[in-house]
């Protein structure tokens, strides 16, 4: 029964945020960090009592919802989506840590769609239900074009719309595909004809089933975003506020990859199978587009925007690679990329709060002024560009391995983002934190250290012993491997 809670308390948080914004933008976050806090607590205790079943399922929620169309309230937690959410509610306490001075105007209501975001993006990770699904994949969508169009810098509107209308577009075709899917499937899967589990082995074959599957996989690929299905995180990212590039970058990305892990490929094997190579080339395209066009950025919140289409190429090839080691690889790559590009918008979003400018051609020589803002800025991006010790580095290199098992050419050219990463990273270090000082700031507060800190520690905690992941992620990920690999 504690499932639904964890979508209710962000969202009854978010409502109660905007509540007391009379209060003062103090009781506005403090509410809104109570209620990420206490849906951090109820996660743990789930976790704590659950005692994993078949398929690693550690806690399970099923009501019926509209019987007469078989759709219904199912939700379920595994080691997969709990290393999910719980990646999705630290990073939303950073987030509302990161905007404490930046946000100024309308806190109340910042707060309510920053919390209604994350409450929609735990309840992708836990529904069940395909109908369910696609409800709280719409509804982490609009408070997000909120959060860019009111509170983010100078193109703002351009850039919400254009991240509207992907997404949405990409939407509307994954609930073509699960209207079809349940009626397509209705025979087999009888009055629970949306329900994930009665679902899997029961697509249809043939032509239709290459058009569901193709559906579901455009509506998770404009998500993660996969090239040439990416041209609207750069404006996105860039134009947001930093606590809506971090969830963007930390979390709503990886509600693309996580609906190729838990639907597109569970759901459609013998296509996914058949469709690996082209999917698989799309993510190497993606590791070295998004790396090259990184390194010809002269916008520092846009080349950091950049990197994620490069570091989530990774996450592409090694779900299509789909065996164990490429998919820890993803999982890994999926947590160490919100921590670390997430944490590398704070560090740009900090130097615009100050300087007012993210032009690198301004910037040079903060370490003189800031040397606790850039001694950040270097550690996190020395994790972007796959330093050894550092969680990139395990999920980049277990996604190359297991990649290498299944198609080596592809891994072999994917290889070589790991060294335009290390061009772009040292490009954004060296213009950013070296060289003769055109401006001076206030530096990093202490309650901006602790931020950096925790992220730092999650990095270097995954880089060094990431078992745990693995193996709270392993069952789930058995349940995937082997049925898309080419």
Known sequence: ????????????????????????????????????????????AVWSKALPAAGGWLADFARPWIPSLGIGLHLGLDGLSLVLILLTLVLGILAVGASWTEIGDRVGFFHFNLLWTLGGIVGVFLALDLVLFFLLWELMLVPMFFLIALWGHEDRMRAAIKFFLFTQGGGLLMLVAILALGVLAAPSAGLRRFDYFALIGHAPGGVTGWLLMLGFFLAFAVKLPAVPLHTWLPDAHTEAPTAGSVVLAGLLLKTGAYGLLRFAVPLFPAQSHAFAPVAMALGVAGILYGGMLAFAQDDAKRLVAYTSVSHLGFVLLGIYADNRLALQGVVMQMLAHGLSTGGLFMVVGAVQERLHTRDLDRLGGLWASMPRLSAAGLVLALASLGLPGLGNFVGEFLVLLGSWAAAPAFAAIGALGLVVSVVYA????????????????????????????????????????????????????GAVAGTAAP
Do not use: C, N
Request: aromatic fraction near 10%; charge should be positive; hydrophobic fraction near 65%.
């Open 1 to 44: 029964m504690m499932l639904p809670w964890l979508i209710l308390v962000p969202l009854m948080g978010g409502a109660l945020a905007w509540a007391v914004q009379r209060a003062g933008g103090t009781a506005v976050r403090g509410v809104a960090l109570a209620a990420l806090a206490v849906d951090l607590a109820l996660v743990l």
């Open 426 to 477: 040292l490009t954004l270090v060296q213009r950013t934190f070296h060289g003769p000082a055109r401006a001076a700031a206030a530096d990093f507060s202490f309650g901006h250290l602790a931020v950096m800190a925790v992220m730092v520690a999650g990095l270097v905690w995954f880089g060094l012993y990431p078992q745990p992941v693995f193996d709270l992620a392993g069952p789930s990920l």
